[in-house]
């Protein structure tokens, strides 16, 4: 792909080396790497052991066609497709070992993610947890010492559980890829990056 008109604006060849793991190819994991790939990341590695299923399709970057297959394979097929990016991925759940300089949590799950940042070693250079309802998200970037980041763990029994019909649009999830992987440009473009973003998107806030 011709990144001409970005050069100005983000540090490509950087961008384009530096290793990124994401973990969960499902509603954010999946917007996720198609943006980085078309921001100029080259260097994606993508966990999910998730079959697609059709209620997955209305908030998920998968196709029709693409029911019953596992979503990294999927996922791996569409990125090359549109992006020329052949990203690495593993049919299996991430159990910490092996993070990447940015590392990249879009689980749905509490217990998951406390689990994940208790085993993660060595911590990455930034860590970035998504955290989405059906239209309000959060995005968090943290360094390898994020003490404050530990405070906004709880267990999942804590936590509030929508009703399985208010859980994910489509404009959530890709709003907050987008939000995402712009924090990762400006690691990769060694600008600053924000800490804690929330996103209402009914009510058109960014806080």
């Known amino acids: 792909m011709n990144f001409h008109r970005q050069l100005d604006v983000l540090d ?17 994991g999946s917007f996720t790497v198609l943006a ?18 059709a ?15 596992p979503k990294v394979q ?21 159990r910490g070992d092996g993070a990447s300089e940015v590392t990249i949590c879009a689980v749905d799950s509490m217990d998951v993610r406390i689990a994940l940042w208790r085993a993660l070693h060595p911590r990455p250079a930034m860590w ?15 360094g390898a010492f994020g003490s404050w980041y530990e405070e906004t763990l709880h267990p999942s029994s804590e936590a509030y559980r929508a009703p399985c019909t208010a859980r ?10 987008a939000f995402i992987a712009g924090q990762v440009a400006n690691y990769a473009s060694d600008r ?13 806030l960014i806080l």
């Open 12 to 28: 490509v060849p950087r961008l384009a080396r530096t290793p990124i793991t994401v973990i969960g190819a499902g509603a954010v």
């Open 36 to 53: 980085l790939a078309k921001s100029g990341a080259e260097c994606i590695t993508v966990y999910d052991d998730d079959l697609i299923e």
């Open 55 to 69: 209620h997955n399709l209305p908030n998920q970057w998968y196709r029709l066609t693409d029911l019953g297959r």
């Open 74 to 94: 999927a996922l791996k097929a569409l990125v090359l497709e549109m992006t020329g990016v052949d990203i690495k991925v593993v049919q299996e759940r991430f």
């Open 128 to 142: 970035v947890d998504a955290r989405m309802g059906a239209e309000v998200g959060k995005v968090m970037c943290v």
């Open 168 to 177: 994910a649009t489509m404009y959530c999830a890709s709003g907050l890829a």
């Open 192 to 204: 600053p990056t924000r800490q804690d973003i929330t996103v209402d998107f009914r009510n058109a």
